[in-house]
């Protein structure tokens, strides 16, 4: 069983479309073993980003990020990683087809409802940046 992270960006808790968007991980039978919503200071986005601090659009993702709590949530289930991410569909919400969460519910590249992690390693390092040992069920 692999875990992953998703993270509800600003966009879906402002449009108060989580719960829309968790029972989609649901009804796929993904089961949520974490959860929590949380504010992220500069240097939790820093970490996260650390692949975008050098560009000029990071202080964007930063106002953006910083613009309303998250909601961070544990995932866990069988081949996890890629069936979320092929769940929510690809970054651009214009280039995501209709049925997934990003070509349903986001706008743009940014404004794209969620955040997911990409490979095994990637959601091992965001567990641990999002939960603090003891957080997750199982």
Same mark, same amino acid.
């Given at each position: 069983?692999?875990?992953?992270?998703?993270?509800?960006?600003?966009?879906?808790?402002?449009?108060?479309?989580?719960?829309?968007?968790?029972?989609?991980?649901?009804?796929?039978?993904?089961?949520?073993?974490?959860?929590?919503?949380?504010?992220?200071?500069?240097?939790?986005?820093?970490?996260?980003?650390?692949?975008?601090?050098?560009?000029?659009?990071?202080?964007?993702?930063?106002?953006?990020?910083?613009?309303?709590?998250?909601?961070?949530?544990?995932?866990? #289930?069988?081949?996890?990683?890629? !069936?979320? %991410?092929?769940?929510?569909?690809?970054? *651009?919400?214009?280039? $995501? &087809?209709?049925?997934?969460?990003? #070509?349903?519910?986001?706008?743009? !590249?940014? %404004?794209?409802?969620?955040?997911?992690? *990409?490979?095994?390693? $990637? &959601?091992?390092?965001?567990?641990?940046?999002?939960?603090?040992?003891?957080?997750?069920?199982?």
């Amino acid at each position: 069983m692999e875990k992953t992270v998703v993270l509800l960006k600003p966009d879906c808790v402002q449009k108060k479309i989580m719960g829309e968007v968790i029972k989609r991980f649901e009804d796929q039978g993904f089961q949520v073993i974490g959860c929590k919503m949380m504010r992220l200071d500069e240097a939790i986005l820093r970490d996260h980003y650390s692949h975008l601090t050098e560009f000029p659009f990071f202080s964007e993702i930063l106002g953006f990020m910083q613009s309303s709590p998250i909601l961070a949530i544990a995932l866990e #289930g069988e081949a996890i990683i890629q !069936k979320v %991410r092929d769940l929510i569909g690809p970054t *651009d919400s214009t280039a $995501a &087809a209709k049925g997934t969460v990003r #070509g349903d519910l986001g706008e743009d !590249k940014m %404004r794209n409802v969620v955040h997911a992690s *990409d490979a095994p390693e $990637a &959601a091992e390092a965001e567990l641990k940046r999002f939960f603090d040992a003891g957080e997750l069920m199982a």
